[in-house]
T-cell receptor
């Protein structure tokens, strides 16, 4: 029940296309859903995040779509660029007795072809 | 503010040895978490320390241990290294009320 399932494992998109990465969860107590971006040789960095009372959040070319009833959320990268090539992790946060935990998806390796 | 720093950045050890990795969190952050990252396995949570106390622990053997000092700096120790311990070890810090974790660049450990 604490898992976050992420798909696909890898994704290849042409420059200018839309990249879509999906995540699903079971525990309705999760209350914060961040996406992290990781470039080779670097640690993950927060990209965008959403709370479950919002169905969509957009920051530039990056959009999170959140479906509370389906317990799914997805990252959309519009007009994908070669510089977006990275590994993307979704996560879900839960407050367990004044102890906040972060549960991670397994990651998606995105390659954007020029 | 300076970001999360980790030392060393690269390390090569021999099977059976032990290793200590260090992490300095963002100033003011009292929570430090450690992760192991290997290809195809995502981010495997090791443990979290908050105010010098281990607050959460992942499913790793007792060879993996950590501690946190009063200045919030943290160290992670792996004893009796195995080939399978070769990985990128990431440290992340968070402030007391924050949701976001801020990662360091990681320590690349190679066990031969």
């Amino acid at each position: 029940q604490q898992q976050v399932k992420q798909s696909p494992q890898s994704l290849i998109v042409q420059k200018g296309g839309i990249s879509i990465i999906n995540c699903a969860y079971e525990n309705t107590a999760f209350d914060y859903f961040p996406w992290y971006q990781q470039f080779p040789g670097k640690g993950p960095a927060l990209l965008i995040a959403i709370r479950p009372d919002v169905s969509e959040k957009k920051e530039g070319r990056f959009t999170i779509s959140f479906n509370k009833s389906a317990k799914q959320f997805s990252l959309h990268i519009m007009d994908s660029q070669p510089g977006d090539s990275a590994t993307y992790f979704c996560a879900a946060s839960i407050n367990a007795g004044n102890n906040r935990k972060l549960i991670w998806g397994l990651g998606t390796s995105l390659a954007v072809n020029p | 503010k300076a970001g999360v720093t980790q030392t060393p950045r690269y390390l090569i050890k021999t099977r059976g040895q032990q290793v200590t990795l260090s992490c300095s969190p963002i100033s003011g952050h009292r929570s430090v978490s450690w992760y192991q990252q290997t290809p195809g396995q995502g981010l495997q949570f090791l443990f979290e320390y908050f105010s010098e106390t281990q607050r959460n622990k992942g499913n790793f053997p007792g060879r993996f241990s950590g501690r946190q000092f009063s200045n919030s700096r943290s160290e992670m120790n792996v004893s009796t290294l195995e080939l399978g311990d070769s990985a990128l070890y990431l440290c992340a810090s968070r402030d007391s009320n924050g949701y976001e974790q801020y990662f360091g660049p990681g320590t690349r450990l190679t066990v031969t």
